[in-house]
């Protein structure tokens, strides 16, 4: 019995505002009906999921490379859930001991806040954030300076194998990338009030909140229109990146620098560390077949927009 299963996917804010086309929402939407039947089938009993954060949950007061939540709570940004999580406690503080042991250092949160990073694969693909158990792990992917890509790989293998050890059909889920570069605040460019969100955690009010969603839907359109100082998307450099997830070959990215990844794909393109992550995770149970061969370059995405899931062969 196939006893894990994985599925990796971008998430965009932008899905769930008005200003994506409908042939770009229909052309995804086609990618992510492969996904839900996939899982459909697989059924699990167990989410565990690799995703970033966008300085909802966490912030530069204290920003661990990664963190295991033993309880967690959605904060409900563009439109996701908003809410409590069903998290598998026990099997959360077990995995956190089970990784600290194999020797990766890992943060826990009792009390985790995670964002559409998180929810919207969730929601996606089980149609509600809440209709399976899961385990949340953080992966920072957005807030410089970054470890070393390696470590998202060591982190994913010391998860897989403790994964091996449940009685249970587990589904590793990634969250993020694939080329992309919106506008997100840095330590460098935010102005006062983005700061102290930034670093202190000062909770955004309802109408930043909107004016956030607002600023960014205007930043899609201007991109798409290509009217736009952001970084261009780079198909090439996805379509290197998931070849290397379909054959197999890890390791080689342990010789990808963050900042080359960030020159050839972007800043926000540090996400791919969750799929790294999550690939590494299933590649601990033997060689792996994927699926679900989707991809597109959606600028009204600001994002080069992926889909794969595999099973171990």
Same mark, same amino acid.
């Given at each position: 019995m196939v006893s894990v299963?994985?599925?990796?996917?971008? *998430?965009?804010?932008?899905?769930?505002?008005? $200003?994506?086309?409908?042939? /770009?929402?229909?052309?995804?939407?086609? $990618?992510?009906?492969? &996904?839900?039947?996939?899982?459909?089938?697989?059924d699990p009993q167990l989410v565990v999921t690799f995703s970033p954060? @966008?300085?909802n949950g966490f912030f530069y007061r204290l920003m661990p490379p990664f963190c295991i939540g033993t309880a967690a709570s959605a904060v409900g940004d563009y439109g996701t859930h908003e809410g409590p999580l069903d998290v598998a406690g026990d099997i959360a503080q077990a995995c956190a001991q089970a990784v600290w042991e194999s020797g990766v250092d890992v943060a826990i949160s009792s009390s985790m806040d995670v964002d559409h990073g998180t929810v919207q694969p969730l929601q996606e693909?089980?149609?509600?954030?809440?209709?399976?158990?899961?385990?949340? +792990?953080?992966?920072?992917?957005?807030?410089?300076? /970054?470890g070393p890509l390696s470590r998202a790989r060591v982190l994913g293998a010391a998860v897989g194998a403790f994964l091996a050890t449940l009685d249970k059909r587990v589904l590793v889920l990634g969250s993020g990338g694939l080329s992309h570069d919106p506008p997100v605040p840095t330590l460098a460019t935010a102005p006062p009030a983005a700061l102290n969100r930034i670093v202190h955690g000062v909770p955004m009010t309802a109408e930043q909140r909107m004016a956030r969603q607002t600023a960014v839907s205007q930043a899609a359109r201007d991109f798409a229109n290509g009217d736009s100082a952001l970084q261009p998307l780079n198909p090439d450099w996805d379509g290197r /990146?998931?070849?290397?997830?379909? *054959? $197999?070959?890890?390791?080689?990215?342990?010789?990808?620098?963050?900042?080359? +990844?960030?020159?050839?794909?972007?800043?926000?393109? *540090?996400?791919?560390?969750?799929?790294?992550?999550?690939?590494?995770?299933?590649?601990? *149970?033997?060689?792996?077949?994927?699926? #679900? @061969?989707?991809?597109?370059?959606?600028?009204? /995405?600001? &994002?080069?927009?992926?889909?794969? #899931?595999?099973?171990?062969t």
């Open positions: 299963a994985l599925c990796c996917m971008s *998430h965009s804010p932008l899905l769930n505002l008005p $200003g994506p086309s409908r042939e /770009l929402l229909d052309d995804i939407e086609s $990618g992510l009906a492969g &996904a839900r039947k996939f899982v459909a089938d697989f954060d @966008h300085y693909l089980f149609g509600d954030a809440t209709a399976r158990p899961v385990v949340p +792990i953080f992966v920072n992917s957005v807030a410089t300076p /970054l /990146l998931l070849e290397i997830f379909d *054959h $197999g070959r890890l390791a080689e990215l342990d010789s990808w620098s963050n900042d080359a +990844i960030a020159a050839e794909a972007g800043n926000s393109a *540090h996400e791919i560390r969750t799929w790294v992550a999550a690939f590494a995770a299933l590649a601990v *149970h033997g060689p792996y077949r994927t699926g #679900t @061969h989707f991809y597109r370059a959606a600028p009204e /995405l600001i &994002a080069g927009f992926a889909i794969r #899931t595999a099973v171990p």
